[in-house]
């Protein structure tokens, strides 16, 4: 026969004292986005999304969703991640994302920062689809680093 089992709930107090966490507690970061996650009740936005990040991280999480048609949330940040990762973790890919930190860029103007051969430059530049705008000027093309590529300021 089975014992019965019986539910306890604990119920913690400081004596009306604050507790005081160290300075190097590794759980400050993920209690402090767990309290920005549930501070708002009511997100604006139906993901929820706008708790998180900031709203220009989000026009350009939008833009990334409009730009390659996917309309659930929840697969577009899979593939946002996925493209992000496969670009941030190539070094030529961040070499020339780094290059174009300081302003906009030609084609020639970027194989002569980064030295990187023009058949080369041309995948990575395709490869690096949301991450760098192409502007034209006159007859020249420029790449631009969309709002999504300015990430790279953080490395």
Not at 35 to 60: C, N, Q, T
């Amino acid at each position: 026969m089975a014992a019965d089992k019986k539910k306890v709930k604990l119920k913690v107090t400081s004596g009306g004292k604050k507790a005081i966490r160290p300075k190097d507690d590794p759980t400050a970061a993920a209690r402090g986005l767990i309290k920005k996650l549930y501070s708002d009740p009511i997100p604006e936005r139906a993901d929820g999304l706008d708790r998180i990040y900031s709203k220009e991280v989000l026009e350009g999480y939008d833009a990334f969703m409009e730009r390659f048609g996917i309309e659930d949330p929840n697969v577009a940040i899979r593939e946002f991640h996925r493209r992000y990762a496969d670009i941030i973790n190539n070094p030529t890919r961040r070499e020339i994302l780094k290059a174009l930190m300081d302003g906009d860029r030609t084609f020639d103007e970027l194989h002569e920062i980064t030295g990187i051969d023009q058949d080369e430059l041309k995948h990575q530049i395709v490869m690096l689809d949301f991450c760098v705008d192409e502007l034209k000027r006159g007859d020249e093309i420029y790449y631009h680093l969309s709002k999504i590529g300015r990430i790279i300021e953080n490395f």
